[in-house]
């Protein structure tokens, strides 16, 4: 079973629908039990970091995470989900993310010609070894909608980069720590794949 996390975010739905086309079963819960009792946990994300902290705060869901985690469960943080792995964000001045991994989130600079937020279709380069992205080539096309970007505190979690006026962390791997800051629900086949790869590891 797949676990959504439902902290009020807005892309659940589209998370659930994926999911479903490649014939999972996942389950929208904020239930403890049910979350901890999942084969593979996803947390999804669209909106401010400042609120989504809060709303994983009010729900009871920070210990939750965490609890995941150290029970080696394959975990996926998607857009804002990703951004909520690491420590801090400017979006949020003084507030601070879960600590999953090192590094913040920093807000795209001014630069002429490209807008923020960044959002669009966009090259990825993929590390050989990542399993997210396994079967897929280095070069696929992904949906970014974002203003925020992570500058990861060790490189060696990047598992796919992307450039929009700068080079940027776009996927991350550690242990049973995966994330993407694009939508793999809104990334045609190459999404649908990375989410297969992802319900495949065990």
Partial sequence: MIAIIDYDAGNLKSVEKALVSLGEKPVISRDKDTILSADHVILPGVGAFGDAMEKLR?????????????????FLGICLGLQLFFESSEESLGGKGLGLLPGRIVKFPDTPG???????????TIKPEAKLFKGIESGSYVYFVHSYYLEAGQQSDVAASSEYGLTFGASVERGNLFACQFHPEKSGDTGLKILKNFTQLT
Avoid at 58 to 72: A, E, F, K, P, T
Avoid at 114 to 124: F, R, Y
């Fill in 58 to 74: 009010q729900y009871g869901l920070v210990d939750v995470i965490r609890q995941v985690v150290s029970n080696g469960t394959p």
């Fill in 114 to 124: 490209l807008k923020v937020p960044h959002m669009g279709w966009n090259c990825l």
